[in-house]
């Protein structure tokens, strides 16, 4: 009878422990892998229109969870990029990436500009793209070189059409990073090229 009694409070205990069950909502291994650059990456770029030859460099590298109100704890990646023009360093940029998990799909946020433009849409380029895992077959030609499994934020994806804010196009593939970066903003106007690369990947 005694454990008759104690029954309902072991039942209440154990529905109410699956109530607030923590459910990780992590980040497509894939999405992921392609923009894990750490500090020491590096891309030398060719900007089409003027032939300069500008360095972008990971400066900064966070991976991260965060839990939600929904009892939903999403993964983040931050990669903060400088981006060094060779002749006048004064006239450098900022890029950062920002990738997060959501329920079916990966999301990307893009901006560019001055360290102090970066939340300014009117000043720097800003957008927050899906990345679905259908970009994984994409290929995708650059100055007659194919590469495969190329994410473009151009690309349609039936479900998760993809509108280009403030003119950005960016091409990134898993093994060599950024491979091009067009930007025709108010202010910036850069089409870059890759020329060379090193990533660095921690495990």
């Known amino acids: 009878m005694k454990n008759l009694f104690l029954l309902p409070v072991f039942l209440l205990l154990l529905f109410s422990c699956k109530k607030n069950e923590?459910?990780?909502?992590?980040l497509d291994p894939l999405v992921k892998a392609t923009f894990d650059w750490h500090e020491g990456s590096y891309w030398v770029m060719q900007d089409s229109a003027t032939g300069q030859i500008d360095s972008f460099y990971v400066w900064y590298y966070r991976n991260w969870y965060?839990?939600?109100s929904e009892d939903k704890n999403f993964e983040f990646l931050t990669v903060a990029i400088n981006v060094v023009n060779t002749s006048d360093i004064s006239d450098s940029l900022e890029m950062q990436i920002g990738l997060a998990s959501d329920y079916n799909r990966s999301t990307i946020e893009f901006n560019l500009g001055k360290s102090s433009d970066l939340s300014d849409s009117t000043f720097g380029i800003n957008g927050f793209f899906?990345?679905?895992k259908e970009y994984s077959d994409v290929s995708y030609t650059?100055?007659?070189e194919k590469f495969e499994h190329v994410y473009l934020n151009s690309t349609d994806f039936g479900h998760?059409?993809?509108?280009?804010k403030n003119n950005l196009s960016l091409a990134v593939n898993l093994e060599r990073g950024i491979l091009f970066l067009a930007c025709k903003g108010s202010i910036y106007r850069h089409t870059w090229y890759l020329l060379r690369h090193t990533i660095v990947r921690k495990p």
Do not use: A, F
Request: charged share 5%; glycine share 6%.
């Open 130 to 132: 899906p990345c679905p």
């Open 66 to 68: 965060s839990l939600s």
């Open 22 to 26: 923590v459910r990780h909502v992590p």
């Open 142 to 144: 650059i100055n007659g």
């Open 160 to 164: 998760y059409p993809v509108v280009p």
